[in-house]
């Protein structure tokens, strides 16, 4: 059996987090955001909608010497968040209960903001992270419907650079003798950063 607290790749399997009714963000598509997101040690991150908090245990692990920020509007989000928190035995996470974009204001500004979740207030989260974000910093959006993604492309205009990629994913699932491909619902992952950084 792995220790949760020494697996060290990216792409934590999903079975390994305490898990709850609050959504998160699968394995694949959370490698994909992060690698979207460039993390390195040192970042101030903000993770928007954190759910169980999948991503920020794994941001947090990549980014030694910084400080994630898992903001979530849900008690049992914000539970489960910290208690994925002690299981991988990460230090460099700290919740905030509210709800985006107010629960932002007194947080440091941000190096990267990935946003998962935006209980209908996308539009002002996005500006909220555009208003605050560091030189060279990065936006990560995983959207599940095509109004996120229009929503998303409309805030992102005027200085900034953006890349659009949809995901896929079917994962094979035994069906009495023989194995058939289940697909997931596709999820697209928004990527901005401001022109010519």
Do not use: H
């Not at 209908?120 to 959207?143: E, F, H, P, W, Y």
Request: net charge positive.
């Amino acid at each position: 059996m792995i220790n949760k607290k020494e697996y060290g790749a990216a792409g934590i399997p999903d079975s390994f987090f305490a898990r709850g009714t609050v959504p998160m963000t699968k394995e694949e598509i959370r490698v994909i955001t992060l690698s979207k997101a460039r993390l390195i040690p040192g970042l101030v991150v903000w993770d928007v909608g954190s759910g169980t908090g999948s991503i920020s245990v794994e941001a947090a692990r990549m980014t030694p010497g910084g400080m994630v920020y898992a903001v979530e509007k849900s008690s049992e989000g914000c539970r489960l968040t910290r208690e994925n928190s002690l299981l991988f035995g990460v230090e460099n996470i700290q919740v905030i209960m509210g709800e985006a974009p107010g629960a932002l204001d007194g947080l440091p500004s941000p190096d990267r903001v990935i946003i998962g979740g935006s209980g209908g207030m996308l539009k002002s989260i996005i500006r909220s992270a555009q208003d605050r974000l560091n030189l060279g910093g990065r936006i990560v959006i995983n959207a599940v419907t095509l109004d996120t993604l229009g929503s998303s492309l409309e805030c992102l205009q005027g200085g900034w650079e953006t890349e659009v990629i949809q995901v896929s994913i079917s994962k094979a699932q035994v069906m009495g003798a023989s194995r058939l491909m289940k697909a997931y619902n596709p999820v697209y992952v928004i990527t901005a950063w401001r022109c010519g950084v």
